[in-house]
């Protein structure tokens, strides 16, 4: 009889290792999954450059592209306009109520 109070001891101590063992292999897995959700990061700088090639005071527009395409992590292409693909870019504004992103 003492031995199979040994075993059934054994057993449930056995199957809550390997209930244990699996839960964290799953939120392995989760964190995996979650890291490549992330979006890349941009290169605010190729960006703004190609943003602010046309503008006439370019060292000031690249500042302040570079400052809010950090913040947004986008730069809508070309060289003005495309206000739709970048909404958070657009959206900043200065103390004066003025657009801040080129």
């Known amino acids: 009889?003492?031995?199979?109070?040994?075993?059934?001891?054994?057993?449930?101590?056995?199957?809550?290792l390997v209930v244990h063992?699996?839960?964290a292999d799953n939120q392995v897995v989760n964190k995996d999954a979650?890291?490549?959700?992330y979006t890349p990061k941009l290169d605010c700088g190729a960006a703004c450059e190609a943003?602010?090639?046309?503008?006439?005071?370019q060292k000031i527009c690249k500042r302040a592209c570079g400052t809010c395409c950090a913040r947004c992590n986008c730069a809508p292409p070309g060289t003005s306009g495309n206000q739709?693909?970048?909404?958070?870019?657009?959206?900043?504004?200065?103390?004066?109520g003025k657009r801040k992103c080129p």
């Open 51 to 57: 943003r602010c090639r046309l503008a006439s005071r």
């Open 34 to 37: 979650t890291k490549s959700s």
């Open 21 to 23: 063992l699996v839960e």
């Open 84 to 96: 739709e693909l970048c909404p958070c870019y657009f959206a900043m504004t200065t103390h004066g």
């Open 1 to 16: 009889m003492a031995i199979s109070k040994r075993i059934l001891v054994a057993m449930v101590f056995f199957s809550l």
